[in-house]
């Protein structure tokens, strides 16, 4: 029965990765997969993720199931690093949560919460998002639909389309937002466009969906709440999901948050039960070890201490990587002007280049990032600036 299925094309950014393992150019580069790297090229296990495991490996006793919703401890740390502590919204118990395999699979949970509420509501995306936003949202089914978001031609976000769009958007929709360092294009909302936002949701009645991924690497992981904070204190319905990937590092083990804000304590309960039925149909029980780590740190005054440090020295480091390269690039002679990059936020930078060049310096230079001119901006380091600017610079 098998055989009727067609070979599918490889993953745009995963297919990259496989033509960059196969170059065999020993000075090429990879900025296409997000994940951070530190000067030497490699993704390291942070100091205080290494210590929890050791406490971890030294307490846990049983690799039973563990409950339904995740690691209570995991839950309540991360609710309180995302929404602040003491947080009205949580001490009104109006928000219903469980632990889910990593951002991803806290998006799906949530899109197929929608879908049960009312399968013909529309999720807006903004043009362009995250590639994967559209699979693990589309494929739930669910309508989707793009709202202007980044201009390529002035390197900016185009506020005035955006809101012109988001104020035409019908009660009921799910707007989906960027918490910070916005995926693909690096610019975020300043707090003057979230209040718009917020003012927008107010008067037309659409819900929130905000994807947070990498809290802590913009402007610091109170900054990088803001929006969301904003959103959350002042509305009746928000829809949150949270990764542990990036600002951990724990990209392999899977660890996100899916976090619905409701109305009053009576439905925080219904939907409680509604997201952990989700999850039972999908994968039963949500895995341990990795919520189980971010429990320990967060919930340990030292450990905390010192991841919050390693974030901000992951921050600092990808800042002082995107001043660099610009300072590279006029050096050798850029005739375009690419200060725009210092000024976004994050992992990601959009170029603002054309897919035509994209390639060209992937062709004549073994530079590999995706065609939409995005850069994984932690995968330079001062060994290879050079080699990337020159390269750019050639293409330009």
Known sequence: MFDVLPQLPADPILGLSTAFKADTNPHKIDLG???????????????????AQTILLGKEDSKTYITPQGVQGYIDGMLELMLGKGNPVLLADRIAAVQAPGGCGALRILAELIKRCDENTTVWVS?????NHIPL?????????????????????NFDAMADCLGKVKKGDIVLLHGCCHNPTGADLSKEQWQVVLELAQKTGFIPFVDTAY???????????????????NLPEVLIAASCSKNFGLYRERVGVAVMVTENTKTRQAIQTQIQSIA???????PSYGGALVDIILNDEALKAEWMAEVEGMRSRM?????????????YGATKDFEFVKKQKGMFSFLCITPEQVQAVRDQHSVYFVGSSRVNIAGISKTNVDALAKALVSVL
């Open 215 to 233: 809290q802590g690497f913009g402007d610091g992981l109170e900054e990088d709440a803001y929006g969301m904070r904003l959103l959350v204190n």
């Open 280 to 286: 039972r149909g999908i994968y039963s029980m949500p």
């Open 127 to 131: 043009d362009p998002t995250w590639a």
């Open 137 to 157: 949202i589309g494929n739930a089914g669910l309508k989707l639909e793009t709202y202007p978001y980044f201009d390529k031609s002035n390197a900016s976000i």
């Open 319 to 331: 800042q002082d990587l995107r001043a660099l390269l610009v300072a590279k690039m006029n050096e």
């Open 33 to 51: 997969v997000g994940v951070y790297k530190d000067e030497q090229g490699h993704t390291p296990i942070l100091t205080s993720v290494a210590k």
